[in-house]
Nanobody, 120 residues
Framework: VQLQASGGGLVQAGGSLRLSCVASGSIFSTLNMDWYRQAPGKRREIVAGVHSGGSTTYNYAVRDRFTVSRDNAENTLTLQMNSLKPGDTAVYYC???????????????WGQGTQVTVSS
């Protein structure tokens, strides 16, 4: 599985951006999908995720501002980011795992990252 993220850029505080991640292959619907981010000098952290079954989870810092969704027909994961803050500045990464059954090996896949910069 290859992941291609896009949609980052420079935006003023309070603005919006929409990130997209397109996955190759035919198993997208079976994957758990997530967005992570890493700011300079900080550890990579999870931002939001959508399970293969459709349930979503959010980092507390973004849950009222960001919306994660998936389109299995288009092999696409999306992150709509509203009311952006300077603290959201980071490289955002698309991530997937194969949602393994117990006793089955887990595989993780990462996209190349897209820069989001929020100016004050």
């Amino acid at each position: 599985v290859q992941l291609q993220a896009s949609g980052g850029g420079l935006v003023q505080a309070g603005g919006s951006l929409r990130l997209s991640c397109v996955a190759s292959g035919s198993i997208f619907s079976t994957l758990n999908m997530d967005w992570y981010r890493q700011a300079p000098g900080k550890r990579r952290e999870i931002v939001a995720g959508v399970h293969s079954g459709g349930s979503t989870t959010y980092n507390y810092a973004v849950r009222d501002r960001f919306t994660v969704s998936r389109d299995n027909a288009e092999n696409t994961l999306t992150l709509q980011m509203n009311s952006l803050k300077p603290g959201d500045t980071a490289v955002y990464y698309c991530h997937a795992d194969n949602n393994p059954d117990p006793g089955t090996r887990r595989h993780d896949y990462w996209g190349q990252g897209t820069q989001v910069t929020v100016s004050s």
